[in-house]
């Protein structure tokens, strides 16, 4: 088994005013060598986005686009003639494929909103671009997983174009819970929302993470009530 600990205040972090943001991996103008991503798991951006304002339409291509509100709502348009909100309890996914323009913007002009912006590197090039999205019941994930994205659509998540899924869970303080990757070889990258945990005998806090490869499950114990994502993709160098 190898361990990667991503203490959450070694993130990167830019505020233009209208946007505050985390950066777990090197994005825009912050670059660290040790953070370039894990495996297919390129960006985690954690972003505050001022009331009314937003990312411009800008292009992407060939990356998978995950958006996780976790309050607020965020007003999307894209290329694809996709136009709607994406809310707390949805999540969003975008595969570029072979390029997709879009804008994002905080659906209230008062209130902050806070998102992670996930982008995985996909599975197959130049893929049509297409846009999906789903509202998830949260009670579903109380002391269990609930899986928002997956390749297999028999688990309910929004489907993306690589062997990889994402999980939420919300933990009662006191409880065990173990995540399995679905694919052989796959890495986890666990990262605490909210609350204490501990995993292989390290303790995460509030936005920490941990990157685990070569291995076939893991066990997290939840030191407080705490809610944690579990992102499961390939690993390359």
């Known amino acids: 088994m190898k361990t990667i600990f991503y203490p959450a205040a070694e993130r990167g972090h830019v505020n ?43 292009p992407h291509d060939n990356m998978e686009i995950v958006s996780i509100p976790l309050k607020g709502a965020i007003a999307h348009k894209d ?11 949805d999540v969003q996914i975008m595969s570029a494929g072979s390029g997709i323009r879009h ?11 806070n998102f992670l912006q996930i ?19 949260q009670s579903q994930r109380k ?26 869970t919300k933990l009662s303080a006191g409880k065990d819970i173990t995540f399995t990757p679905a694919f052989e ?4 990258y666990l990262f605490v929302l909210d609350g204490e945990v501990e995993v292989e005998g390290k303790k995460l806090e509030r936005r920490d993470a941990l990157g685990l490869s070569e291995i076939k499950d893991v066990s997290i114990h939840a030191v407080s009530g705490a809610e944690l994502l579990a992102i499961e993709v390939p690993m390359f160098a």
């Open 16 to 58: 233009f005013g209208w946007l505050d943001s985390y950066h777990s991996f090197s994005f825009g103008n912050w670059h660290h060598p040790e953070k370039v991503h894990f495996g297919a798991l390129r960006v985690l951006n954690d972003d505050v986005v001022k009331g009314g304002g937003g990312f411009d339409t800008h």
């Open 185 to 188: 070889g796959n890495g986890i």
């Open 79 to 89: 290329s694809t003639g996709t136009e709607g909100i994406v809310y707390s309890g």
């Open 143 to 168: 002391d269990q997983w609930q899986i928002v994205v997956s390749p297999d659509p028999a688990e309910g998540g929004v489907w993306i174009n690589q062997d990889a899924r994402m999980a939420l």
């Open 103 to 113: 804008s994002e913007y905080n659906a209230s002009h008062y209130d902050p909103a």
């Open 119 to 137: 982008w995985v590197f996909p599975k197959q090039q130049n893929i049509r671009p297409r846009h999906d999205q789903r509202t998830f019941d």
